[in-house]
């Protein structure tokens, strides 16, 4: 069943300060039921802003977003009831224990004594911190903290679960526990958001994603359907040390068939191919002219898709 | 003059708009509820208080985990005042030198209330704005809690609440003190049960409520300079050491005093506790801590509600 959990429409947002700053310039998306869906795009593209909209911490300027049908905006005590939140940042309680950190979670959703306690039990040995329980947050790895944050949030079986940059700051080897934790999310059935400006993650834990850049959504789909039809090219970044005539041998690349753009940059060009058999020699030998100091090769992938879409560079 | 009477008006005009909007606001949500069935306004009030109650644990679980210092937090200030002004120096002089005002009221009588209500501020501050300017600091504390099932406004009341209860104990523990510290032992004089319990209610929930204010508006980095730059002013002015009858020689502070809240806390737990010492009218003390809570709280929770929605 094709049930639509999360709605955005037109979602926009204007910070209101010294000088108003848009976040957010119109943003459509739809989340099905059970999928974990992707929101890609560099710092300050829109996507904690998005969240922080979609989980009632935020007041959109216009638009809407609705959880199941119910409007956040309207109704956010409501809504709080159908998800749940990792934020960018550690935001466990200091005061309480790991075990009462998810007690008393459970608590303010309203369930009982015992619910709550065989429920954080029941987390504990799910997310593998039965032996951290009694330890406070402050002695908590960051690793640790975060799968704490994960437990907290699906305490009370929220339907839709947002994680914002849930692997910013950690180590590979703790990073590779969260996204197992989350991939671990999709027999329960719920239906995840997630943002990242990791490519590989969104590439391999999301089912579909979004590229958005300066808060508004470039392209939409599966990442397997991205790379497709944007056509994932190679890119080669040449660095030059001579800029002369650097046009004409742009010009002259741009008429090969294999090559859909060539552009001088700064530090000499950019040239962005369909494949690169055959181009690869044939691009040295004409750059060896201009005096060919470094050759960057970036193999097909949402990176590339992302250069494509914007012209810059994920994490510029 | 005038142009201080305009201001004044113009400050009253603008909290008279602001319970009037609050009032609107209450009546469209409360037609909003009754609008929806029974069933579910059952439900939704079931888990609006088990919310509540599940925040109220939360503190409480905490409040045990520290409840020595919260203990000599609260006791130790009216402990040491009682000791040093009732027990050391009327040892020391010659004649009755703690007899103020002429009046040969003991000075005991005069400050178990006003103990009490530096002991209801100091931990309706420190009860909320300390917290507060922690949990909104770089941790983000309160976030979990703000995502709770309720609305906003229930997280800030729940905080007030808290700090109420706090309030209440730490004032509860000043008369033992006051019995048993003192050269001459000081005895509450509570005849009027029902006003002392509405006094000590109304005083807790206006220091949560001022708590909130500070908690909520201050930045972190100052919160100590607000310590010593108004909660210690108003704590000092605020008719704690002297009933405010007693003014009538400074009339521009007798009428200036009007406006700082400690001071009905003062005169109302005066009225309540020792009515032998003069005191202000009973209604009068009512309407204006009733006053104060409001107008305290709704600024606190406006500052709040700034704090956690952008």
């Keep these: ?316 | 003059m005038n142009n201080l009477r305009l201001k004044i008006g113009k400050f009253l005009k603008e909290i008279l708009r602001m319970f009037l909007q609050d009032a609107e606001a209450l009546t469209r949500y409360a037609d909003h509820r009754i609008s929806g069935n029974p069933a579910s306004i059952a439900l939704e009030a079931g888990i609006f208080f088990k919310a509540f109650g599940g925040l109220f644990l939360r503190d409480l679980r905490v409040l045990t985990r520290e409840f020595l210092p919260f203990i000599l937090r609260v006791g130790m200030q009216p402990l040491l005042f009682l000791f040093v002004f009732t027990f050391i120096l009327p040892r020391m002089g010659n004649g009755n030198p703690m007899t103020v005002g002429g009046t040969g009221v003991d000075f005991g009588t005069i400050l178990l209330p006003g103990l009490m209500a530096v002991a209801i501020m100091f931990s309706g501050i420190a009860g909320v704005a300390l917290p507060l300017s922690n949990e909104f600091g770089i941790t983000r504390e309160i976030d979990d809690r703000v995502m709770c099932p309720v609305p906003l406004w229930a997280v800030a009341l729940e905080k007030v609440c808290f700090s109420a209860m706090q309030s209440m104990i730490a004032a509860l523990l000043v008369i033992p003190m006051a019995r048993y510290i003192p050269a001459v032992p000081v005895r509450a004089d509570v005849h009027h049960w029902f006003l002392f319990a509405l006094v000590l209610v109304l005083a807790s929930l206006l220091a949560g409520s001022l708590g909130l204010v500070i908690g909520s508006i201050v930045n972190p980095k100052q919160i100590g300079l607000v310590f010593s730059i108004i909660v210690v002013p108003i704590t000092f002015l605020g008719c704690v050491y002297y009933p405010w009858s007693w003014l009538d020689k400074i009339r521009w502070l007798k009428y200036g005093v009007l406006f700082n809240p400690i001071v009905y806390i003062s005169e109302g737990l005066r009225a309540a506790v020792t009515p032998s010492i003069e005191h202000m009218p009973w209604w009068a003390i009512l309407a204006a801590l009733f006053f104060f809570t409001a107008a305290l709280g709704r600024w606190g929770l406006k500052g709040f509600l700034g704090r956690v929605l952008s």
């Design chain 1, 1 to 316: 069943m094709n049930l639509l959990i999360v709605e955005i429409e037109h979602l926009t947002k204007v910070y209101l300060s010294k000088q108003s700053v848009v976040a957010l310039e119109g943003i459509d998306l739809e989340l099905k039921q059970g999928e974990i869906f992707g929101l890609l795009g560099p710092n300050g593209a829109g996507k904690t802003t998005t969240i922080s909209i979609a989980t009632t911490r935020a007041l959109p300027t216009s638009g809407t977003v609705r959880i199941k049908g119910i409007d956040v905006v309207k109704h956010p005590a409501h809504a709080r009831r159908l998800i749940g939140v990792v934020p960018q940042f550690n935001t466990l309680d200091r005061s309480l224990t790991v075990f009462e950190n998810l007690y008393f979670h459970c608590r303010y959703f309203g369930f009982s004594h015992g619910h709550a306690k065989s429920r954080s039990l029941e987390l504990l040995t799910q997310f593998m911190l039965s032996e951290r329980k009694d330890s406070f947050p402050q002695q908590l790895s960051g690793g640790l903290a975060q799968r704490v944050q994960i437990a907290r949030a699906i305490a009370h079986r929220p339907t839709v679960l947002f994680l914002d940059e849930p692997s910013a700051g950690l180590d590979p080897q703790s990073r590779m526990a969260m996204w197992s934790a989350v991939e671990g999310l999709r027999s329960e059935g719920i239906t995840v958001l997630l943002t990242t400006h990791y490519m590989e993650e969104a590439d391999s834990l999301s089912d579909r994603l979004a590229i958005i850049d300066d808060g508004r959504v470039l392209a939409l789909g599966s990442p397997e359907k991205l790379k497709a039809t944007l056509g994932a090219h190679t890119i080669f970044d040449l660095k030059l040390r001579s800029q002369d005539g650097l046009e004409a041998l742009a010009a002259k690349l741009r008429e090969r068939r294999d090559v859909t753009s060539a552009d001088v940059t700064p530090d000499g060009l950019r040239v962005i191919a369909a494949s690169s058999d055959g181009l690869l020699p044939d691009l040295v030998q004409a750059a060896a002219g201009h005096g060919l100091r470094d050759l960057q090769i970036t193999e097909p992938s949402l990176e590339t898709v992302f250069i494509q879409l914007t012209g810059r560079d994920l994490r510029e």
